[in-house]
């Protein structure tokens, strides 16, 4: 089957640094997709990456190991605003979508 | 690495109205690409496939009237959202990949119709 996996919550303290980590088990992989999410609202693209290694963007992040089924989202000098769900989500050989279950990331002063 | 340019990021536009979203493949040849469309609060959702010089093959229950793609060259595709209306409103993103190698994604585009 398929199968995402990523921590339901984590709590970081603003002004730090956080990474989300992210374990895939899919029926073939065409790239990998991190959306944030606020309560009630759309998720938001955040970042693509198809290819291993790291790609930056401003304060976020985003890394992958095809070889491992890994990836993570890093979050630098973490903002209030930045609480939020954290999706991973996975293309798969159909270049279907498959979700996360998300991850609840809580900002502490 | 490969670079896909969707345009425009985000667009406003009048129900009634049509609106064309762009995709393009800056460094490699887009034999085939993909255009998905996000719904609130749930996944992105293939819309169609369309392969350069051939017509769109649409996914079951995605109105082919209503979403013109056209795939005219290796570098450009166009989704255009004819007459549109605000359950059209959402966020389209398209992919490409030059034969069979990676799909690289677009950044997307944030559709509002009023």
């Known amino acids: 089957g398929q199968n995402i996996d990523q921590p339901t919550e984590m709590t970081a303290t603003e002004g730090a640094i956080v990474q989300i980590n992210c374990t895939y088990q899919?029926?073939?992989?065409?790239?990998l997709f991190w959306y944030q999410q606020h309560a009630g609202e759309a998720p938001t693209f955040l970042s693509y990456?198809?290819l291993d290694g790291l790609e930056e963007k401003g304060r976020f992040s985003s890394f992958l190991s095809r070889s491992k089924g890994y990836s993570y989202l890093l979050l630098k000098e973490l903002q209030m605003k930045d609480s939020a769900s954290y999706l991973c989500a996975v293309i798969d050989s159909n270049y279907q979508l498959i979700w996360g279950a998300g991850t609840k990331l809580i900002i502490k002063p | 690495g490969a670079v896909v340019s969707q345009h425009p990021s985000w667009v406003i536009c009048k129900s009634g109205t049509s609106v064309k979203i762009e995709c393009r493949s800056l460094d490699f040849q887009a034999t085939t690409m993909f255009w998905y469309r996000q719904f609130p609060k749930q996944s992105l959702m293939l819309m169609a496939t369309?392969?350069?010089?051939?017509?769109?093959?649409?996914e079951q229950g995605v109105e082919k009237d209503k979403f013109l793609i056209n795939h005219a060259s290796l570098t450009l595709s166009t989704l255009t959202v004819t007459s549109a209306h605000p359950e059209d409103s959402s966020f389209y993103i398209c992919s490409a990949r030059e034969r069979e190698a990676e799909a690289f994604f677009g950044q997307g585009t944030r559709l509002t119709v009023v």
């Open positions: 369309s392969n350069e010089g051939s017509k769109a093959t649409y």
């Open positions: 990456n198809v």
């Open positions: 899919t029926s073939g992989f065409n790239g």
